[in-house]
């Protein structure tokens, strides 16, 4: 299931060092994450409507639905108690405990603060198939892929921290009424990096020739190509030329 | 992973009869299977340039790839050496024998009439990552619910006679170059009406209950977005906006 392009520096055998291998995984964020994504960037010149963005959070939220079931797959590959221990984290961040709310009910918030009701959102029954189809992508490459794959498949984490900066920044600027709803990417802002750094450190420990380096690499660039898919069926279903899926969301008229 | 949408007359427990469920089913086709997808109209008008077509077929590659891979799947779930023995006439049509050529590269035929190389079609590289993703998710449908479901799935071959034959009329009206490449939507022609006449009588048979016959209907649906968004991803790549994902198939300039 993934692609078989090879990076073109690719044709040396020798190891990469710690600073080569993020410097090559910074390469791939620089070419294929999606703060590039045309959908991206009108969010962040205000160029959306209010119904665009409540179909963003809504097909988002079977995304961020699935985060935790995919690093619950992660884990039951894991054999090592250490890193289960510290990859379980992630699971907690999404799915929140006693004392605090996770990601999951953050974005809940975010998706309310677009005007959109709860149930809706949690429901999913409006969700773009695509959306879905998409998603569980991910699903299968972190059941099919090797251990170092999943791991490397995480690292979009290295870019992330830039986009949400940015974006909790316009979108306070352009939608001010949804400042109630930006608490998710608050916490991001914090809990990426840190699972980033861990992440790309494992990746270079236990990548052991430079082949299997470059397919870290790859698995980056095909976690990239299943951000970027998403919002291409967002922006074909609700920006241009419009036409959402039988059954999908439907945006009201708007002023 | 499936939606939850229950079709309007579930209220009912009484089981369908058998012209009632095909009825059920053939309104599914009306509202959803992808002959009514806009990239298919153009198609039909005579309005996609070659380029278009191209990007088609190597796209529809990726789903034809995978086709046998669904088959085996199914097989490996069934218990019946009977059903074994009828199903794995699909993996024949699609893969071929000594004596014929299967549809796989009936295919890779109709690529080459476009003007597309072999290997560049059977490497793949060049696919949409949504084709791969969308397509994938028939694979998680067949190896995720139940059998009665993967069955029903199949049963957009119920439709695909009538939007062959139309296809075929209209390849030749309006790109008299595609000629040479009709041989698989030839084969199809009696090869699917077949296997949907298995189907939905093993469907009937095998559904227990209401409840079973609507979930078989569900997978149908399921089946129809899957196709339905293929298309999709292919239209807003290939026809508008047109922005194919970064190193995806692009068209070259055309006269």
Excluded at 32 to 57: D, N, T, V
């Amino acid at each position: 299931m993934a692609t078989g392009t090879v990076e073109a520096n690719a044709a040396s055998d020798r190891k990469l060092t710690f600073d080569e291998l993020r410097a090559a995984m910074r390469r791939v964020g620089e070419e294929r994450y999606h703060h590039r994504h045309p959908f991206h960037l009108l969010m962040h010149e205000g160029k959306l409507s209010r119904g665009q963005l409540q179909a963003w959070a809504l097909n988002r939220y079977y995304y961020q639905s699935i985060i935790p079931i995919k690093d619950a797959i992660i884990l039951s590959r894991a054999t090592d108690p250490a890193f289960r221990r510290v990859w379980r984290k992630r699971i907690v961040d999404h799915d929140g405990d006693a004392n605090r709310n996770g990601g999951i009910l953050r974005w809940i918030k975010l998706a309310e603060a677009t005007g959109l009701d709860r149930e809706r959102v949690i429901q999913g029954l409006e969700v773009l198939p695509a959306t879905r189809f998409i998603g569980n992508e991910y699903l299968n490459l972190v059941r099919t892929r090797t251990f170092l794959e999943c791991v490397a498949s995480s690292l979009t984490e290295l870019f992330s921290r830039d986009l949400i900066a940015l974006r909790m920044e316009k979108l306070r600027q352009h939608y001010p009424w949804l400042a109630s709803g930006l608490d998710y990417f608050e916490a991001r802002l914090t809990e990426a990096p840190e699972d980033a750094a861990f992440a790309i450190q494992y990746v270079f420990d236990h990548a052991a020739t430079r082949a299997e380096q470059e397919s870290a690499i790859r698995a980056l660039r095909d976690k990239c190509d299943i951000l970027w898919a998403q919002l291409d069926a967002l922006y074909f279903a609700y920006v241009e030329p419009g036409w959402p899926a039988p059954g999908a969301f439907r945006i009201e008229s708007e002023r």
